[in-house]
């Protein structure tokens, strides 16, 4: 397999909080390893690798050379985000610094493979989520492409899982990190969760490959393989 990529594959992986996107992603870019390949996974390791405030930091430092070097480009960020509801300074800044990180990790990658485990499709559904409109995900997503990414091959993951799957993880795992984690209301939390997947069931026609996040790591591990060897 490896030596015959002529340029970096993005893996975008998506999906529920609790679906396994992390985990997943992360086993998979070892086993691309061990396969020979050079595989940079930018979300996984500043998550994984510093403390929450060093990572706003970080991201915060990103955002602002992006916009210092590329602010053609970052005023059209700034705009799509606006344009789907995002008027708070604090949401909207959220919401750019979201998009820019990535669009930055991919444009130094030097790499075979960049792995996100929630990358530009989970920032474009997180986007659309400010209107609730399932028609703008698909748009979204490709207005962030058009920035900085359109000559990229990418290959969406949807990380496919029933809502009270979703529902029972989130109460086993401690990190408070999405907004369906800092929902403390059962009820409203399950809305949110519906809500959500209902955005990224509307993106799946879009979506290279499709895993069923209910069936153990391993098992989704093997499947992306034999998918990426197939070439979907």
Known sequence: MAG?????????????PGCGKSTVSHMLADKLRESGYKVYEPSYDLDHNFSSFMRKIFKLEQYI???????????RISDLVKDNGYVAFAEKLSQCINITTKLTAIKNAKCDYIIFDE??????????????????????????????????????VYMQIGTETVLRRLEQRGERNSRVDKETDSEKRKQIIESFQSLCES????????????????????????????GV
């Open 4 to 16: 015959d990529l002529k340029h970096p594959v993005v893996l975008d992986f998506f999906g529920l």
């Open 65 to 75: 050379r992006y916009s210092v070097f590329h602010p053609a480009k970052s005023k």
């Open 119 to 156: 990358g530009l499709l989970q920032a474009a559904i997180s986007l659309s989520f400010g209107t609730g409109d399932q028609h703008e995900v698909t748009s979204n997503y490709n207005k962030i492409l058009s920035v900085d990414g359109s000559q990229l091959e990418v290959k969406s």
């Open 203 to 230: 993106v799946t026609k879009c979506c290279a490959i499709k895993v069923n996040a209910e069936i153990s790591r391993t098992e989704a591990v093997t499947e992306l393989m034999e998918s990426l060897y197939n």
